[in-house]
T-cell receptor, first 115, second 115 residues
Framework: NAGVTQTPKFRVLKTGQSMTLLCAQD?????MYWYRQDPGMGLRLIHY???????AKGEVPDGYNVSRLKKQNFLLGLESAAPSQTSVYFC??????????????FGPGTRLTVL | GDSVTQMEGPVTLSEEAFLTINCTYT??????LFWYVQYPGEGLQLLLK?????DKGSNKGFEATYRKETTSFHLEKGSVQVSDSAVYFC??????????????FGQGTELSVKP
């Protein structure tokens, strides 16, 4: 049981390049999320998914796209990377608990630098 | 809108000292509250949670009480260890129908414990 995994762990891009970050979870969770972490700002939601084939925008979606073709995977794409997208990216997954609260499980993160 | 504010760091303590990290929140409705911990180079791990007013969450010697009257969820530990050095995040979760139940994070408080 690996929980939530992310690939790659590190990446350096040049401005204008594209890339895809992969998140995978083996807990059969319905909900998946992409956050970015910037110094002094906590984590902010980029996009999320409430089930296979569905995605929605979070609070900072510009410059990113996502897809959830399989329940266990959630992909985050950058079509044309910009230096402002230098950040640490975390994927999380969750399922509505029997007590009704949302406990999210996080992956180890991807550190992305855009030059 | 909903938000979380926690005390700024870094906080530096000697081993066996008492720890308090303040966290206050603004939310409509009745959110669940969480403390997450991030050890160097790792993802976020759930430390403790409380789902309703007056609930006390506890784990690994850490405690926090959900205080609705003061909208607070302060983290405390009676005797810190060097191994507690990490960044601590206070967070609240929105209902699942609101942006998939996203977490709203405080900015994080870095704790450094010296021997």
């Amino acid at each position: 049981n690996a929980g939530v995994t992310q690939t790659p762990k590190f990446r350096v891009l040049k401005t204008g390049q594209s890339m895809t970050l992969l998140c995978a979870q083996d807990m059969n969770h319905e909900y998946m999320y992409w956050y970015r972490q910037d110094p002094g700002m906590g984590l902010r939601l980029i996009h999320y998914s409430v089930g296979e084939g569905t995605t929605a925008k979070g609070e900072v979606p510009d410059g990113y796209n996502v897809s959830r073709l399989k329940k266990q995977n959630f992909l985050l794409g950058l079509e044309s990377a910009a230096p402002s997208q230098t950040s640490v990216y975390f994927c999380a997954s969750s399922s509505l608990t029997s007590r009704g609260y949302n406990e999210q499980f996080f992956g180890p993160g991807t550190r992305l630098t855009v030059l | 809108g909903d938000s979380v504010t926690q005390m700024e760091g870094p906080v530096t303590l000697s081993e066996e000292a008492f720890l308090t990290i303040n966290c206050t929140y603004t939310a409509t409705g009745y959110p669940s509250l969480f403390w997450y911990v991030q050890y160097p180079g790792e993802g976020l791990q759930l430390l403790l949670k409380a789902t309703k007013a007056d609930d006390k969450g506890s784990n690994k010697g850490f405690e926090a009480t959900y205080r609705k009257e003061t909208t607070s969820f302060h983290l405390e530990k009676g005797s810190v260890q060097v191994s507690d050095s990490a960044v601590y995040f206070c967070a609240l979760s929105l209902p699942f129908y609101n942006q998939g139940g996203k977490l709203i994070f405080g900015q994080g408080t870095e704790l450094s414990v010296k021997p």
